[in-house]
């Protein structure tokens, strides 16, 4: 392969996950730039040591993944200005490695691809049912697809016609670059192939619960900053989590005081839905049910984010990244 290829790795606090991801990419000789997001371990000293290029992002702003990743690019691109292709990873994932071959290989042949990512797993699925969570839902559909997740090779040339990540997304920042990416007339790819480890490291229910109002927060951002554009994203996912989080269980709790055996009966349209979930899933599939339970458990924490979001907006306070590990 001739093509020119960078790497930007994006994190904070990783400890050995970022040994891991950093020592992977070793082998692959290709100019690296970690942005470390005011970590207090030893994550610059680690990134030093592998000879990587080290941005520290400036926390007098509010520092995103969306940010760290534009600021990554831009000292990847001063220092190899003729770069062609940038894997972004994030700082808790390791690269397979036959990745980057395939994905070249791929993107060489397909002049209209902008984007293309592979299988992300989950380094230890069994570790707790969340990160057999994370697992499923990294397990997306392969061919074209509307967006890619923190992991993925893009060409530069797209990535800069459009100016990057939105530095302000709290969530959501992929799809939302790949729809504008999209609204170009660029196509984005998922192949069947292996991509990523990584490592949720999710063991609490807290940790589970503060993920979901991260995503929550990240579709009514998305949602308000793209609603007047030719393809609105995440308009279903708020109402979703508007209804089934906040709306239908407050109607339940109203017909309670009045008709208490109507309101019980109406509380098995939950497990109605939890089935619907699963059996979308592929009901005879291992962890389909538990899936169909916190997908929808999950509307809880998601309109908690979404409502954190318009209190914001509303206050006019800025945002930061939500954490939940």
């Known amino acids: 392969m001739n093509a020119r290829v960078g790497v930007v790795v994006i994190g904070r606090n990783e400890g050995e996950r970022l040994v891991?991801?950093?020592?992977?990419?070793?082998?692959?000789?290709n100019p690296i730039v970690y942005v470390d997001s005011g970590s207090s371990d030893r994550s610059v000293a680690e990134a030093e040591a592998r000879r990587a290029h080290v941005v520290q992002l400036d926390l007098a702003r509010p520092f995103t993944a969306g940010r760290a990743r534009n600021e990554g690019f831009a000292a990847l691109r001063e220092r190899?200005?003729?770069?062609?292709?940038?894997?972004?990873?994030?700082?808790?994932?390791?690269?397979?490695p036959t990745w980057l071959g395939d994905a070249l290989s791929f993107m060489q042949e397909r002049a209209d691809v902008a984007v293309?990512?592979?299988r992300r797993q989950e380094r230890?699925?069994?570790?707790?049912?969340?990160n057999r969570l994370c697992d499923l839902e990294w397990n997306t559909p392969v061919g074209e697809a509307d967006a890619c997740g923190g992991d993925a090779l893009m060409r530069a040339a797209p990535f800069v016609s459009v100016e990057g990540f939105s530095s302000n997304l709290i969530a959501g920042e992929e799809p939302e670059l790949c729809n504008r990416m999209r609204a170009?007339?660029?196509?984005?790819?998922?192949?069947?192939?292996?991509?990523?480890?990584?490592?949720?490291?999710?063991?609490?229910?807290?940790?589970?619960?503060?993920?979901?109002v991260r995503s929550g927060f990240g579709y009514a951002q998305v949602w308000a900053a793209t609603r007047n554009a030719r393809q609105p994203l995440y308009r279903t996912e708020v109402i979703r989590a508007a209804f089934w989080g906040g709306a239908f269980p407050l109607a339940l709790v109203a017909l309670a005081a009045i008709y208490p055996l109507a309101a019980l009966a109406l509380?098995?349209?939950?497990?109605?839905?939890?089935?619907?979930?699963?059996?979308?899933r592929g009901v005879t599939q291992p962890h389909a049910w538990a899936y169909g339970l916190f997908a929808l458990l999950a509307k809880f924490p998601e309109l908690q984010g979404a409502m954190r979001f318009w209190w914001r907006t509303r206050k006019g306070g800025a945002s930061s990244a939500i954490l939940y590990k």
């Open 116 to 118: 293309v990512c592979g």
């Open 80 to 96: 190899t200005p003729d770069v062609e292709f940038v894997q972004f990873i994030d700082g808790d994932c390791e690269l397979a």
């Open 267 to 280: 509380t098995g349209i939950y497990a109605v839905q939890i089935m619907r979930i699963a059996f979308r």
């Open 124 to 130: 230890f699925p069994g570790g707790s049912i969340y």
């Open 20 to 29: 891991r991801c950093l020592d992977a990419l070793q082998a692959s000789a």
């Open 184 to 212: 170009q007339g660029w196509k984005i790819w998922r192949l069947d192939a292996e991509m990523t480890l990584h490592d949720a490291a999710m063991h609490r229910f807290g940790q589970w619960w503060m993920r979901g």
